[in-house]
């Protein structure tokens, strides 16, 4: 089973929150804004003024929930089970070490990175 620690587990959780904040708000916003005109031009929809600041910290909320999965994944106990099925940071075939068979077969020959990816030519 891999034992090895994932490298950088804050990171991870940074970067998860990051990537779900760039893609997210710019998302919610344009689509919301879209939706809200259309309501307010209805007759018998008011539509809050406090509408974008709800929908901002809805998205802020569920970015937090995405790096708090982020970091759990990252957990040893948790990377076990999704590389079982996997989904670990490292395939099935990298073993206790967390290192692939083909690259540590590539190291312990001494291939280059190009030599590797030609295939071992």
Not at 33 to 40: A, E, F, T, Y
Not at 72 to 97: C, F
Not at 104 to 115: D, I, L, S, Y
């Amino acid at each position: 089973m891999n034992n090895f620690q994932i490298w950088y587990k804050k990171q991870r959780v940074l970067r998860t929150i990051v990537q779900a904040l760039i893609v997210l708000v710019p998302a919610v916003n344009v689509s919301a804004g879209s939706l809200i005109s259309w309501l307010r031009e209805q007759e018998f929809v008011e539509v809050p003024e406090l509408i974008y600041v709800w929908l901002n910290a809805a998205i802020l909320l569920t970015s937090f929930i995405m790096g708090l999965v982020s970091w759990v994944m990252a957990q040893p106990w948790a990377n076990r089970l999704l590389t079982y099925i996997g989904l670990g940071s490292a395939p099935k075939s990298a073993g206790e070490t967390g290192i692939p068979d083909e690259v540590r077969k590539a190291v312990v020959e001494g291939m280059t990175r190009q030599e590797y990816r030609d295939g071992g030519a």
